[in-house]
């Protein structure tokens, strides 16, 4: 059984930084894909960033260049540098790790305000 527990979210001011961390822990494949995706209020949970294993990065065109994704492979843990943050980034963010065969998990969320 694989568990994700994020971390780092909460209250700041547009224009400030925050990093969220995500542990994964459990029956893991080597390989996989880990990543971050956000839902807003009232919007569909959209994706944020992923990266590989080699440390492929795929970001969401409105947040490249200010969110930087990386992970610790030993840790099994990605973390989400989010910096100039805007208020349209307020949103519960999830962290998710899949592989192939349809493996496919979810943490619990954190939240992120970004107050104006």
């Known amino acids: 059984q694989v568990q994700l527990a994020e971390s780092g979210g909460g209250l700041v001011q547009a224009g400030g930084s925050l990093r969220l961390s995500c542990a994964a822990s459990g029956d893991i494949f080597s390989i996989n894909y880990m990543g971050w995706w956000r839902q807003a209020p009232g919007q569909q949970r959209e994706l944020v960033a992923t990266?590989?294993?080699?440390?492929?990065?795929n970001y969401a065109r409105e947040i490249e260049g200010r969110f930087t994704i990386s992970r610790d492979n030993a840790k099994n843990t990605v973390y989400l540098q989010m910096n100039s943050l805007k208020p349209e980034d307020t949103a519960v963010y999830y962290c998710?790790?899949?592989w192939g065969g349809g493996m496919d998990f979810w943490g619990k969320g954190t939240l992120v305000t970004v107050s104006s």
């Open positions: 990266i590989t294993t080699s440390g492929t990065t």
């Open positions: 998710n790790l899949f």
